[in-house]
């Protein structure tokens, strides 16, 4: 008896530790070491994956792998550890960091090292793959992605068009299978983390339940809808007049490879076909680059000057020692465009193969939005050093590049003469053209991930379930039948690489909310398209408070910071572009709106 009860108090004694509930000091110590030890770990997967993204070879490619390999580890081990705090009341700073750390991997991966190795090597194999992609003509010409985009912009001859269609979409088919058992082991890795799937995991990461964002992304889509559908009944026929009824047929969907871009995702390069003259209005600003004799640094350096109109702080000398501006021509790299905090404080660098031409002047605006919100938020701890959202990170380059207009390129001596004329229609157009027209692209891409991730679509329909989004979404069909033999998702970077892309659809309407309260902020009283902030300091001030916050509190609150907004909400971008949508819809009058 005696020895039984001392038997109880030495196992009761023994197990108290254990089972006494956690002290909230006890989270803080744990979350502080976890976010040293993950601050050290990015760096280390930023520099692995700079330099294989930068000289793909097979063993930059197994370096990459085994760096990601370890954060991957390390990030699993500490969410296993922090269920431990599970249900301690603690400060709302503290209980949004254990939030962050669990949300923290876009590929969570299975504990067995095995299958986790298996996931990280597949990973990094897709994005070199994409990053090595060519299609060779029949007279033995190879050509890149950046080779292909430059003679898709302007070639108007449709059976070009589709032998570069089908030969960049040719790239993908052997990710197939790799793709298909990333998407497994994944899935496996987020479900011992607690989430349904991987999916759920992406959408976890709004402030709200992950059915709440995708209601929310219907509420938004639906928005933008009527002045898409504007849009793609006005452009179709203005290809119908170029092409023939034959080739696009006058009431139903257009077939992709006439868009000027690769993906149809924006149309601006085919702004010559809708007849719109550029009248006294219009400015071409790859015209304009060109006349000045810009090369891709001097390109990047007017990017620069905007943000340092606004008050922040010229880019560190590193930026420009590091960077990669132009395609090499002796490696593979990986071409797409793409913003880098490689230690998480100064070594801001971007990764682009510039072309001079307008669209990269906007594409370096974007990235630049990525290294200047990295630096503003460099002093918040690790967990909070990210966007409020990725919609957010995305959208601030883009609504600097908004603020591009003439009377912008005048005052720093890129235009000669501010045009005088009254009609913003051409210059809609041409927006309208890339950032409208993206919209539905923007929000289909996840639409087919999640539902791959969920099992809803098989890997057996990965093509035919990818054709039916983009008919639904953006009213595409594929300029050749296709079939289960194509893998056309992973001709898509983000689908290659696994990156998520329902950012960019929230970023597109974000960056007219940010743009109208910068507008705002700067005095601006006129009609909001015309508007620059240039040199405002009073702008560049507010954005900043917001930039600051990175990731420390719901992004309700950073939005509130900067427009006094807690919604997103596509009331500025239907603001901006209303004088088109009148003028498009009487361009439509009597045609069939849809397909
Ligand atoms: O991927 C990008 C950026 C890098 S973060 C160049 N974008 C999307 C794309 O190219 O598909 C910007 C717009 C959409
Ligand atoms: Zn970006």
Known sequence: MRLLVLLVLILTMTAYPQTAPPTVAEAQ???????????????????????????????????????????????????????????????????????????????????????????????????????????????????????????????????????????????????????????????????????????????GGYDMTPEEFSADLERLWNQVKPLYLSLHTFVRAKLVEKYGPNVVPPDGPIPAHLLGNIWAQEWGNIYDLTGVKEDKNGVDVTELLKKKNLDAKGMVKYGEGFFTSLGFEKLPATFWERSLFVKPADRDVVCHASAWDIDNKDDLRIKMCIQVRGEDFVTIHHELGHNFYQRAYKNQPPLFQNGANDGFHEAIGDAIALAITPEYLHKVGLLENVPQGTNDVPELLKQALDRVAFLPFGLLIDQWRWKVFSGEIKPADYNKSWWELRLKYQGMVPPVPRSEADFDPGAKYHVASNTPYTRYFLAHILEFQFYRALCRESGYKGQLNRCTFFGSKEAGAKFNKMLEMGQSKPWPDALEALTGERQTDAGALLEYFAPLKQWLDEQNKGKKVGW
């Not at 302007?154 to 070009?160: I, L, M």
């Open 29 to 203: 110590e744990f979350m502080n070491k976890a976010e040293a030890q993950f601050a050290e770990l990015t760096v280390k997967v930023n520099r692995a994956t700079w330099v294989q993204e930068n000289f793909i070879t097979d063993d930059t490619e197994a370096m990459a792998a085994d760096a990601i390999d370890q954060i991957t580890a390390a990030t699993t081990e500490l969410v296993e550890q922090a269920k431990r705090f599970d249900g301690v009341k603690m400060p709302a700073d503290l209980a949004r960091k254990f939030m962050l750390l669990k949300l923290s991997l876009t590929a969570p991966a299975p504990k067995d090292p095995a299958l986790r190795k298996e996931m990280t090597t597949i990973g990094v194999s897709l994005d070199s793959e994409y990053g090595k992609g060519k299609y060779c003509r029949k007279n033995g010409e190879c050509l890149d992605i950046t080779a292909i985009e430059k003679i898709m912009a302007h070639s108007r001859d449709p059976e070009e068009l589709k032998e570069l269609w089908m030969g960049w979409h040719s790239i993908s088919p052997p990710m197939r299978p790799r793709y298909s058992r990333f998407v497994e082991l994944s899935n496996q890795g987020a479900r011992e983390m607690g989430f349904k799937d991987v999916g759920a995991l992406w959408r």
